[in-house]
């Protein structure tokens, strides 16, 4: 013989629940505008890192891995170090979504790609493969991530310069 359960709420218990489920809709939608205003901002933040990046070259700061002549290019420690923190392989395992970010953002001359490769590799998130070569490099060689961040950014302006056919 089966048997049935049957569950009743309380009509008061309803209540509270759909309005509770109403004021957390409400709160994710400010939470929503709040983040989409900071979101906004996030370009200044990236222009406020490049123009950061040329001030630290301009006074030498973060000259030991490039060269601060125009156009930049790295140096023979910056060829070095990139080497070491394997470079080469994060780009050709990340060669697509590296490609793809810069596309977006289309450049349309050297300028404009080497401002473009220093955002992306200025805020670059680790969850890309490879990635934590160019970490652990930083960390065992007592350098701050952003100088090789910034080396890097030199190198994938050179490394992608063919491939967008930019003069």
């Known amino acids: 013989m089966p ?8 009509n008061w218990f309803l209540a ?3 309005l509770t489920f109403i004021g957390f809709v409400f709160y994710l939608g400010g939470l929503y505008i709040k983040v989409r205003d900071i979101c906004k901002d996030h370009p200044k933040i990236n222009q406020a890192l490049i123009r950061i990046s040329e001030i630290l070259v301009l006074k030498k700061i973060s000259t030991e891995y490039v060269y601060s002549a125009s156009p930049m290019s790295l140096s023979e420690k910056g060829k070095e170090a990139l080497k ?5 392989e994060f780009y050709h395992e990340n060669k697509d979504v590296l490609l793809k970010r810069i596309k977006e953002k289309s450049p349309k001359t050297m300028a404009d790609l080497e401002d473009v490769c220093k955002s992306i590799m200025l805020s670059m998130e680790d ?3 490879k ?5 652990q490099f930083a960390y065992s060689h007592g350098e701050p991530i952003s100088n090789i961040l910034f080396a890097c950014a ?3 302006k050179d490394l992608t ?3 967008l056919n930019i003069k």
């Open 131 to 135: 990635f934590e070569s160019i970490k």
């Open 84 to 88: 070491e923190a394997k470079f080469n």
């Open 161 to 163: 310069v063919s491939e």
């Open 16 to 18: 509270v629940f759909s």
């Open 127 to 129: 969850t890309l493969p």
């Open 154 to 156: 030199i190198a994938l």
């Open 3 to 10: 048997t049935t359960f049957n569950i009743s709420f309380p």
